[in-house]
T-cell receptor
Framework: EAAVTQSPRSKVAVTGGKVTLSCHQTNNHDYMYWYRQDTGHGLRLIHY???????EKGDIPDGYKASRPSQENFSLILELASLSQTAVYFCASSDGTGGCAETLYFGSGTRLTVL | DAKTTQPDSMESTEGETVHLPCSHA???????IYWYRQVPLQGPEYVTH???QNTTNSMAFLAIASDRKSSTLILTHVSLRDAAVYHCILRVVQQGTGSKLSFGKGAKLTVSP
């Protein structure tokens, strides 16, 4: 069974509306991450968190907020959705040891379309 | 993390051995080489990693050049399930800092029956 689950799997939002993407992990991992992927491109890091109630900015945080209410849950919030935020969003977790064997475990993604 | 260069795409046939190249000419001594793969409608999946020595696991063999400026992911007896985008990524390993990887476009592997 999937250890990182995202909801919803897809969403259509209106420009200017608020969007919340949710992620839940059962890996007992300290680190969680939000990435976005645009068609034909790689993944870019938006926000990440290494402990509950704390989040950190990634490479492209503008226009996004994140929330980590518990070790298992990590949300990505678009307060005012824009057309440019149409993308596939991936959540991931890792154990946070920073060792060479640390790997990312990804969810299946949420396809967000902003109209 | 330093930049890597991969071909945009590669083609193979079921049962063949595939060599996926990755160039990382400016790699630093403390950077590890990671490979992830991504199939459509899924997030990336870890394949393997290495520092200097060749490594092997159930998914692939990673050959690293002696000067570490390039590496090759070798997939043997490929099947249709191996069709994916393969990402070659460099990462500086630091204890207690997580794994904030940067993914490029990767190389799309197509496998024909």
């Amino acid at each position: 069974e999937a250890a990182v689950t995202q909801s919803p799997r897809s969403k259509v939002a209106v420009t200017g509306g608020k969007v919340t993407l949710s992620c839940h992990q059962t890996n007992n991992h300290d680190y969680m991450y939000w990435y976005r992927q645009d068609t034909g491109h790689g993944l870019r890091l938006i926000h990440y968190s290494y402990v509950a109630d704390s989040t950190e900015k990634g490479d492209i945080p503008d226009g996004y907020k994140a929330s980590r209410p518990s070790q298992e849950n990590f949300s990505l919030i678009l307060e005012l959705a824009s057309l440019s935020q149409t993308a596939v969003y991936f959540c991931a977790s890792s154990d946070g040891t920073g060792g060479c064997a640390e790997t990312l475990y990804f969810g299946s993604g949420t396809r967000l379309t902003v109209l | 993390d330093a930049k890597t260069t991969q071909p945009d795409s590669m083609e193979s046939t079921e049962g063949e051995t595939v060599h996926l190249p990755c160039s990382h000419a400016t790699i630093s001594g403390n950077e590890y080489i990671y490979w992830y793969r991504q199939v459509p409608l899924q997030g990336p999946e870890y394949v393997t990693h290495g520092l200097q020595q060749n490594t092997t696991n159930s998914m692939a063999f990673l050959a690293i050049a002696s000067d570490r400026k390039s590496s090759t992911l070798i997939l043997t007896h490929v099947s249709l399930r191996d069709a994916a985008v393969y990402h070659c990524i460099l990462r500086v390993v630091q204890q207690g800092t997580g794994s904030k990887l940067s993914f490029g476009k990767g190389a799309k592997l197509t496998v024909s029956p």
